[in-house]
């Protein structure tokens, strides 16, 4: 099997990426939202992994002054245990640095163990709790930050 191929998001992509977006979450984002933050949030930059002309997974990153927030990163179920997402968020993590960004931050549900492992493991740790962030189930949000710091 090829390696999936990782590019920037195009507003042609959204039908996919929403396949992508539905299967994730509980609450998907709808097409406005995503047509909006890549036609007119000058902060947002969105990412897609395609494997054989099939978008699989995306990440979306608002980048503001030397902070970069993950806005959403997601698998397609059927790709998940394949470090698709670690080659993703990674992907983003340099990107973020070259666009000059120092950290990096992300919301994850406090249930979502693998999410959080795949985090912590990429220099992410705990940084406070946003009381029922979800609104599907008032789940919490863990916030993780991480420090982006080259090599050396």
Sequence with gaps: MTEPGIRFMTVDDLDQVLIVE???FTVPWSRTAFYNELTS???AHYVVMELEGVIIGYCGVWLVMDEA???NIAILSQYRGNNYGETLLLYVMELAKM???L???LEVRVS????KGLYEKLGFMAGGIRKNYYTDNLEDALVMWAVLKDEG
């Design 41 to 43: 949030n000058q902060f």
């Design 103 to 105: 950290k990096m931050t």
């Design 99 to 101: 666009y000059g960004a």
């Design 22 to 24: 539905k299967d994730a």
């Design 112 to 115: 979502n163990v693998a999410a």
């Design 69 to 71: 927030h993950i806005t």
